[in-house]
């Protein structure tokens, strides 16, 4: 990781050109996505917002290599991810991308640490090779004492942080995070968003959909969406 500031890098993770995405319901086509273009560089913190139906759902998914646009361009780390098959779409998801979601998305019965281990068993990595990695994954996030504990035994703060130190076992070009406090309270969501803060410092590339204000305040760059579209940016002033 690197210890520069975010501020300086030039490293281009993210381009979209031109991106469309309908939907077809019945007869009717909903247009998702309407020209979306945007560019995020390495070790930026950006804050995607919009009201329901506004794109950013749809648009995450697109980033996240979930879903691919029906019209356009999407280079991940200079990869045109658009034009991939399945299979090489899956594997660029896999090793390029770390995910926080806002119900954590745990596995019940796996362990704290078995459950940081998750992204290693999709890439067939040898866990024990990387055990030592994910123990340390665990510490940073302030779970060392919880590593052989089970989700229901876990606040809903720890089960986040476990989902963040599972977000970085396969050292991700990018995070993505989707209402990553939504289901936490106000002191925890702090607590969460303080470890975000931190990995963003340490060279960490963020992107975080949220509809909260003070959530997006964390963010260098803030994403409005309306009708499928980027309605406007906002550049906050970080200290």
């Known amino acids: 990781m690197s210890d520069s500031d975010p501020a300086i890098e030039t490293t281009e993770v993210i381009r979209i050109q031109n991106v469309e995405k309908i939907f077809q319901v019945g007869e009717v086509q909903v247009h ?9 560089q390495q070790g930026e913190f950006v804050a995607i917002m919009g009201p329901s139906g506004s794109g950013k759902s749809t648009l995450l998914n697109i980033l996240g290599c979930l879903d691919r646009p029906t019209t356009g361009e999407y280079h991940l780390g ?19 991308l770390g995910f926080i979601f806002q119900s954590y998305n745990l596995i019940a019965q796996l362990t704290v640490l078995e459950n940081i281990q998750v992204p290693l068993i999709y890439q067939q990595e040898d ?3 990387h055990k030592e990695r ?6 940073l996030v302030g779970l060392n004492d919880r590593l052989d504990h089970r989700p229901n035994q876990l606040s809903g703060g720890q089960q986040q942080r476990v989902a963040i130190a599972r ?39 963020i992107v975080l959909v949220t509809h909260d204000d003070s959530v997006s305040h964390h963010a260098h760059r803030v994403i409005h969406m309306k009708d499928g579209a980027i309605a406007r940016e906002v550049i906050n002033q970080k200290p």
């Open 78 to 96: 200079g990869e045109d991810v658009a034009q991939m098959d399945d299979d090489t779409l899956s594997a660029a998801r896999g090793k390029r």
């Open 127 to 129: 866990l024990e090779k």
């Open 32 to 40: 998702a996505l309407r020209g979306i273009n945007l560019t995020i």
């Open 134 to 139: 994910c123990i340390e994954l665990g510490n």
């Open 167 to 205: 977000s970085l076992v396969n050292e991700p070009l990018m995070i993505l995070a989707d209402e990553p406090t939504g289901n936490l309270d106000s002191q925890t969501e702090i607590e969460v968003l303080n470890i975000i803060d931190d990995l963003n410092k340490q060279g960490r590339t």
